[in-house]
């Protein structure tokens, strides 16, 4: 099932959440990134329901994301942190189990089942008030899964977890995005998701700047400056042959490694592929030093420097 | 003088044992403490601080023993809690005064030294807003000011980067960084973000459990890795793979297209991989000795000592600063 | 001459006592108070009952009214400057019409002054600083005896000043220095009791409005109860029930100014009673305020 | 069918939620406090004398109705979608496929037995101790109260649904612009709950012999108008908080 996005726009009062935004975000596991304040959770909000849009339409399959009907296809995961405390994380659970119209017994049925998925079912008697941040997250998370919903929003479902906790729960997603699942997960931390999500929105200022696989992302980006670091044993040799190239913009020769700056990226490490094979040299590590998806989303952030 | 000297540290909660007999010894720089939750790094902060009073053991930090000379420890040491803890209507430039204050400070001083620090942690625009504008990112600007107000010998930064976004995060690590370099203080940074602590941290204190399993400088603790590397490409990779494991080279792929981790055979020349590369029309774009990341580092290290449980045993579950 | 590259500075200087901080926390609690600006519709009330005690004593004093005219302004303004037996101490009156002013801004501020450090989790940022737990207590309940002085002791010793400066001599002053005595005894009563009461409320319940709700029911319903009974009885002893009552019997029982025979035997009584409510209150938040909470 | 199975799973879980919160003890504690007040009090009660009806009736006009009713309402009426909504906990509910109405009308049957249950409650509780004049004070003015109660729940849900935070409006509202509105001269005072609900008291109580209450500016009206007017607001209240919940965006949720 899909979630579209057709061309929203989205005010509170004069202030601008996001900007004429259109998208289709299809099956598998879709990773919305941007800063603060870019539209991220409008976004989400809008995606479940929570604000009708100033302008364009969010469907959730064909219903209206605002519609109650379009509330049974979608399972949501909040960014905040509160629940009904007193209740234990099987009782709220079920509770929400129960608000989908389920019967007792189907409720309880799916409850455990539900539990089990997020690895709560041997902690699920313990009273939510006095449960970590990561068992809350499960929690919510299981919350959104009761229905089994054929697309998932999810803000944050990574946030404040400690790294065990953070591997249990990326295992959890993947093998929900296998399912052929449409999973929509917001984030802050770039670094996590990446390994994650089969493709990536970014959004800045209320727009969609980005969106494609990261490497697609990446691929699109091959114009931009970038800063290469190369170790070498030959290190001055290897300086002295890239001097010369076209695409070399500056070459800064450290204690321990190479600086190059390139103004155009594609062209070259193409070149210098070639340069390295035909002389030989023995390059022990090649990296670029702004090249990850948090320089990639840096740079679209903020434009060209 | 050793920064931090712990020895046979235990606390408890009633019938919870948050920490079990504790030992470790820490030198001036940068600190990264890491675990899981109720792994008991929030006791171990809050002993550091004087706090809590440990139920058998201590230790000394800076040379202040940690149970009898609580208050002049704190005088000495700035503390960046993890929640919100702001005070509201506060303007910022009064929110670090009050810190200044509250460590003992002379008003003027205080008041001072708090456009001081907020100039230096980026906040001087903001300086006279009330603290119910910041946002997040800014909040916690405004914690590690508080914290610095006093010009501390050690600072305790309990979840800096909570909830901030690339940027933000970014420049907060920045910050650390500066600070560490520039004015030679010594940092303990408790996160779960464990890139983070990579970044920063030349010793890390590994907690599992209410047990110290590993503390000491980073890079003793790491497995070496000889002749394995992480290459990226651009391009067929299919040919270029076929290519390379013809020639002896052991290829393992993951989840990205166009990224594997490979083992060289005896007698390998690196330029090869670009020599390949070139002949299967792929350009190779990364290549990085597979060292252990402090990621791998922390599943080894609590692994051995038995499957991570996420949390704390059940009725373990701590929940501090209320 | 030289270049400072670095954009860090250090600081050297000696830390004074942790009780010297505690004023900062008067200071700062002051500044949240009186930066509210919905609390100034109270406070409002509060400078305009001042001023037109004001007033009434420039009149009384300056305008040679006719005796009945004079007769009725001491009758709706419940005031008589020199006290006389079997009449109310004029000051006191005054302050007692200020407290309920003092108990709405109390009400609606103790969510703000302490609740909100439980709730935001704030503590350890006080805690974790050179302070310990009796400071930040200390540190609270002057501040909000500053509150409730700023706004009952002050403003009442003004009053006395002025009766004495629109008099022809000094006798005034010299005459009656035992009121402006009573006043501050009162004070130092309403200050005690009330900080006490509102920042332990504060600290259990957090929010405004379980906060509004508990605090009015003490202080708006028992006051009503209390005279239905001593109505219905007869028996003064009923008084006890009414806080702001046991509060001003307490503050003449203090210097033994002004005191009927009546009001006396029950004085001892509202004395114990206070004295118990804050013993406990304390004690609970002794227990409260702590910088690590275990959740079971 | 499965729609009702989650209203009533949504009621039966506010209600009780409601019935174990911090409101039920806090509302506890002042009608505990009348309970005490009047088992001291009913010894004066006793011979059902005029005095003793007068005064039983001052006590349920000015401490009864003029303050634990309000406070009920607000610990009941503001809680159930305004304690949601500061909590955030409102969010869970409406990502369900539960249309709003329902949700609001979920709340709305949640709260109102707990409240009428409660001032019914100590109202009854209040009459048995006082003996012969309780019971005729319980039935001319169980009607009043009645009213009183579902004018301020319904009231106190539109300033729920509508204003960020309603609870301490709510208060404000009901302890002091109320009770200060409510004995103003002239007109003003027709727009107080309170007012009407004393009025209806008042015109109860009078054939009994219930002497006019010594507030300057009280000027009743008679009871049905009165009974009228609190039905009126109670409707208004209601539909308007159902029309503001339907069409809100609660932005403040996360």
């Known amino acids: 099932m899909f979630l579209t996005f057709d061309h929203v726009t ?47 339409t969010v469907a959730v399959g064909d219903r209206r994301a605002w519609s109650t009907e379009a509330k049974r296809h979608f399972g949501y995961s909040p960014d905040i942190n509160s629940f009904y405390e007193e209740m234990t994380g099987r009782e709220f659970i079920y509770v929400m189990a129960r608000l989908y119209g389920l019967a007792k017994a189907d409720a309880r049925a799916r409850t455990e089942e539900v539990l089990r998925e997020v690895g709560m079912i041997d902690r699920a008697g313990r009273r939510l008030a006095g449960c970590s941040h990561g068992m809350r997250q499960r929690v919510k998370l299981g919350q959104a899964l009761i229905n089994d919903p054929p697309i998932l929003l999810l803000d944050e479902p990574l946030s404040g977890i400690d790294p065990g906790g953070r591997r249990e729960i990326s295992r959890l997603l ?3 995005g296998e399912k052929g699942k449409t999973i929509l997960i917001s984030s802050h931390i770039l670094v996590e998701t990446e390994n994650l999500a089969d493709s990536v929105l970014i959004i800045a ?10 490497v697609e992302i990446r691929a699109l980006l091959e114009d931009r400056p970038l800063t290469v670091e190369i170790v070498s044993d030959d290190a001055r040799q290897l300086a002295a042959l890239l001097v010369a190239e076209p695409d070399v913009r500056g070459i800064e020769l450290r204690p321990d490694s190479l600086l190059i700056r390139t103004r155009n990226p594609g062209r070259f490490f193409s070149r210098f592929n070639d340069v390295v094979a035909s002389n030989q040299v023995s390059v022990v590590k090649l990296q670029t030093l702004d090249g990850g998806a948090d320089a990639v989303f840096n740079y679209l952030q903020q434009g060209p420097r | 003088m050793h920064l931090v000297d712990i020895q046979n540290l235990s606390r408890n909660y009633g019938h919870v044992r948050a920490l079990v007999d504790v030992s470790f010894t820490l030198e001036q720089g940068t600190i990264g ?22 139920d058998a053991g201590g230790g000394t930090i800076l040379g202040c023993d940690i149970r009898h000379a609580t208050r002049e420890l704190r005088g000495r040491v700035g503390y960046m809690p993890e929640t919100a803890a702001t005070v509201p209507v506060l303007k910022g430039v009064e929110f670090v005064t009050l810190a200044g204050d509250l460590y003992g400070m002379p008003h003027r001083d205080a008041r001072r030294r708090a456009h001081e620090v907020l100039n230096y942690v980026g906040l001087g625009e903001l300086r006279y807003r009330r603290l119910e504008e910041y946002s997040t990112g800014n909040v916690q600007r405004l914690k590690l000011a508080a914290a610095l107000v006093h010009d501390p010998q050690l600072l305790l ?17 920045d910050l650390i960084h500066d600070l560490i370099t520039e004015t030679g203080k010594s940092v303990i940074l408790c996160t779960h973000l464990l890139p983070d602590v990579e970044r920063l941290c030349q010793q890390i204190v590994v907690l599992h459990r209410g047990t110290v399993i590993r503390a000491g400088a980073m890079a003793a603790l790491r497995h070496a890795v000889g002749n394995r590397f992480e290459i990226g490409w651009q391009g067929p990779g299919e040919g270029y793979v076929a290519a390379l494991r013809a020639a002896g080279v052991e290829v393992s792929l993951n989840s990205h297209p166009d990224r594997a981790t490979v083992q060289t055979p005896a007698g390998w020349n690196n330029s090869q991989f670009f020599a390949l590369a070139r002949e299967r029309d792929c350009v190779l774009t990364q290549l990085k000795p597979d060292e252990e ?6 599943f080894r290290v609590t692994e051995e000592k038995g499957p991570a449980p996420t949390s704390a045993l059940p009725g373990e579950e701590l929940k501090h600063g209320h | 001459m030289g270049i400072n590259n670095a954009h860090y500075y250090g600081w050297q200087g000696k830390l004074h006592s942790p009780w010297i901080s505690t004023l900062s926390i008067v200071r700062v609690a002051l500044l949240q108070v009186f930066r509210r600006k ?83 989790k704030s503590l350890p940022f006080y805690l974790s600083r050179r302070i310990d737990r009796r400071h930040y207590i200390v540190g609270k309940l002057l501040a909000v005896s500053a509150i409730v002085s700023l706004l009952t002791t002050v403003p009442a010793l003004l009053l006395f000043l002025e009766y004495g400066m629109f008099t022809p001599s000094v006798g005034y002053w010299r005459e009656n220095w035992g009121i402006a005595v009573s006043v501050l005894a009162y004070g130092a009563v309403l200050c005690a009791v009330l900080s006490i009461l509102i920042v332990t409320l504060s600290a259990y319940l957090q929010r405004v409005a379980p906060i509004a709700i508990t605090w009015s029911s003490l202080f708006v319903l028992l006051i009503r109860l209390a005279s239905y009974l001593q109505d219905a009885t007869d028996n003064n002893y009923w008084y006890l029930l009414d806080p702001w009552r046991d509060m001003r019997l307490v503050g003449k029982l203090c210097f033994g100014v002004f005191l009927e025979q009546e009001e006396h035997d ?8 206070l004295a118990g409510v804050c013993a406990v209150c304390l004690v609970l938040l002794v227990r409260r305020v702590r910088a690590v909470d275990i959740v079971e | 069918m499965s729609l009702l199975r989650a209203w009533i799973t949504l009621v039966w879980l506010s209600f009780r939620r409601l019935l174990w919160s911090g409101s039920t003890l806090m509302v506890l504690l002042p009608i505990a406090a009348c309970t005490l007040f009047i088992l001291r009090w009913r010894f004066r009660l006793e011979g059902g004398s005029f005095e003793s009806f007068n005064a039983f009736s001052l006590f349920l006009m000015f401490a009864f109705a003029s303050f634990v009713v309000p406070i009920c309402a607000v610990a009941y009426g503001t809680a159930s979608i305004g304690g949601d909504r500061e909590d955030r906990t409102l969010l869970f509910l409406l990502v369900r496929p539960v249309p709003r109405p329902l949700v609001f009308f979920a709340k709305f049957f949640a709260t109102l037995p707990l409240a009428l249950g409660l001032v019914m409650g100590a109202f009854w509780l209040y009459c048995q101790l006082a003996g012969e004049i309780g019971a005729l004070a319980y039935s001319l003015y169980l009607p009043a109260i009645f009213y009183m109660t579902i004018a301020y729940v319904s009231l106190f849900h539109f300033f729920a649904v509508s204003f960020r935070h309603s609870t301490i409006i709510a208060l404000i509202y009901a302890l002091f612009i109320e009770i200060v509105l409510g004995n103003l001269p002239g007109i003003v005072k027709r727009v107080a709950i309170n007012y009407y609900g004393r009025s209806m008291m008042y015109a109860a109580g009078v054939p009994e012999g219930l002497e006019r209450p010594d507030a300057q500016w009280f000027e009743p009206i008679s009871a049905t108008t009165s009974a009228a007017a609190l039905a009126g607001i109670t409707l208004v209240a209601l539909l308007v908080a159902l029309v503001v919940f339907q069409r809100r965006e609660y932005t403040d949720l996360t």
């Open chain 1, 10 to 56: 989205k005010f509170y009062g004069p202030v601008i959440g996001v900007n004429n935004v259109s998208c289709r975000i299809g099956p598998g596991i879709t990773g919305l990134f941007g800063a603060n304040g870019a539209g991220k959770s409008t976004l989400m909000k809008l995606a479940s329901g929570q604000l009708r849009p100033s302008q364009g």
């Open chain 1, 174 to 176: 993947l093998e929900q």
């Open chain 1, 205 to 214: 200022r209320g727009r969609i700047v980005a969106s494609g696989t990261l």
């Open chain 2, 33 to 54: 403490l890491v675990g899981n939750n109720g792994a008991g790094k929030s006791t171990l902060l809050k002993v550091l601080l004087g706090l809590l009073k440990p």
């Open chain 2, 157 to 173: 930064l309990d979840e800096p980067t909570n909830g901030l976004d690339p940027e933000g995060r970014q420049s907060m690590l």
């Open chain 2, 293 to 298: 990341d402090l990621e791998r580092l922390f």
């Open chain 3, 38 to 120: 919905s609390y100034w519709v109270v406070i409002g009330l509060g400078v305009f009952q001042f001023l037109s005690f004001w007033i009434v004593i420039y009149a009384i004093t300056q305008a040679r009214l006719p005796a009945n005219a004079q007769r009725d302004l001491y009758e709706v303004f419940g005031f008589s400057p020199s006290p006389e037996p079997g009449e109310e101490n004029g000051y006191i009156a005054f302050m007692q019409q200020q407290s309920v002013v003092v108990m709405i801004l109390l009400a609606f501020s103790g969510s703000l002054l302490v609740g909100s450090d439980f709730r935001m």
């Open chain 3, 266 to 273: 029950i004085a001892a009584w509202a004395a114990v009673i």
